[in-house]
């Protein structure tokens, strides 16, 4: 399995940008789509944004589409999550999260997990 570490998190004000980063350790990080989720307090876990395993291909909620980037270095085992025009509702927790296989959108398809990442957007 791969191991995750989130970074990048904060507080911003509504309109502003954060930049989500996620290192990977082990060497099989390019065989892995990459996937970043959102939880928000009470409410379940939600699909954010993924990025297949050459990069070539991305996927991205409804919610989010036109405002976030995902892109993946595989060369620094990183992947990133450029987030713009943030509004309240983004308020959560942000998850990074690996898959060998599976459905992009469903958590249970994705093995390894970060930690997480708070990110508040204020009004």
């Known amino acids: 399995q791969v191991q995750l570490v989130e970074s990048g998190g904060g507080l911003v004000q509504a309109g502003g940008s954060l930049r989500l980063s996620c290192a990977a350790s082990?060497?099989?990080?390019?065989?892995?789509?990459m996937g970043w989720f959102r939880q928000a307090p009470g409410k379940e876990r939600q699909f954010v944004a993924a990025?297949?395993?050459?990069?070539?291909?991305?996927y991205y909620a409804d919610s989010v589409k036109g405002r976030f980037t995902i892109s993946r270095d595989s060369a620094k085992n990183t992947v990133h999550l450029q987030m713009n025009n943030l509004n309240f509702e983004d308020t959560a927790v942000y998850y990074c999260?690996?898959?060998?296989?599976?459905?992009?959108?469903?958590?249970?398809?994705?093995?390894?997990w970060g930690q997480g990442t708070q990110v508040t957007v204020s009004s």
């Open positions: 990025i297949n395993s050459s990069g070539g291909r991305t």
């Open positions: 999260a690996a898959r060998l296989a599976g459905t992009y959108y469903a958590a249970n398809s994705y093995k390894s």
């Open positions: 082990g060497r099989t990080f390019s065989s892995y789509t």
